[in-house]
T-cell receptor, first 117, second 113 residues
Framework: GAVVSQHPSRVICKSGTSVKIECRSL??????MFWYRQFPKQSLMLMAT?????????EQGVEKDKFLINHASLTLSTLTVTSAHPEDSSFYIC?????????????FGDGTRLSIL | GENVEQHPSTLSVQEGDSAVIKCTYS??????FPWYKQELGKRPQLIID?????GEKKDQRIAVTLNKTAKHFSLHITETQPEDSAVYFC????????????FGTGTRLLVSP
């Protein structure tokens, strides 16, 4: 149980393109989802906390107009990288926390490798 | 905010040896400390976690110890195997609420046959 599906797994696109990444909790409801970015050989850095039905909370230094987050249902959060540039190339990973599971761990998706040419 | 430091950054051991990875955290309010294993290009996988009401937890070859006073916790892997080779991340969080995880910098473990 507690499966998180992330799609797509890999994106290669031209500079200036907007890219949407989906994060779905398949067998549980997730009021809260998290979006992380991981550069090669580095740690996971939290970008934002996504809350169903409300605005996302962004970490310091993360541009909310650049990284649009929508959490429209209890099983789906999306991250849109707008007007992507080569410096946005990274591994983006989402995680989800079971609703009401204050003491449950986060469950991670498989990640999306974004390459901007 | 919370800051998590992790050492060493790389660790090479021979198969069968033990491996120890150490982390320190800064926020005394943190009460949940998971450890993740990440293979190249894959998702982080939770391998063990510990809450602040216990000092040690064990699961077969893996154990985690926590010293709340000193604000540090460690991962111990015994009888290492080549398939243990991966990057290991510690993290700290506060249970309840949003449970925001702050990750350590990672340790690349290489187990040689």
């Amino acid at each position: 149980g507690a499966v998180v599906s992330q799609h797509p797994s890999r994106v290669i696109c031209k500079s200036g393109t907007s890219v949407k990444i989906e994060c779905r909790s398949l067998d549980f409801q997730a009021t809260t989802m998290f979006w992380y970015r991981q550069f090669p050989k580095q740690s996971l850095m939290l970008m934002a906390t996504s809350n169903e039905g409300s605005k996302a909370t962004y970490e310091q230094g993360v541009e909310k107009d650049k990284f649009l987050i929508n959490h429209a249902s209890l099983t789906l959060s999306t991250l849109t990288v707008t007007s992507a540039h080569p410096e946005d190339s990274s591994f983006y990973i989402c995680s989800a926390k079971i609703t009401g599971g204050a003491e449950q761990p986060q469950h991670f998706g498989d990640g999306t490798r974004l390459s901007i040419l | 905010g919370e800051n998590v430091e992790q050492h060493p950054s790389t660790l090479s051991v021979q198969e069968g040896d033990s491996a120890v990875i150490k982390c320190t955290y800064s926020d005394s309010a943190s009460n949940y400390f998971p450890w993740y294993k990440q293979e190249l290009g894959k998702r982080p996988q939770l391998i063990i976690d510990i809450r602040s009401n216990v000092g040690e937890k064990k699961d077969q070859r893996i154990a985690v110890t926590l010293n709340k006073t000193a604000k540090h916790f460690s991962l111990h892997i015994t009888e290492t195997q080549p398939e243990d080779s991966a990057v290991y991340f510690c993290a700290a969080s506060i249970l309840g609420g949003f449970q925001k995880l702050v990750f350590g910098t990672g340790t690349r473990l290489l187990v040689s046959p």
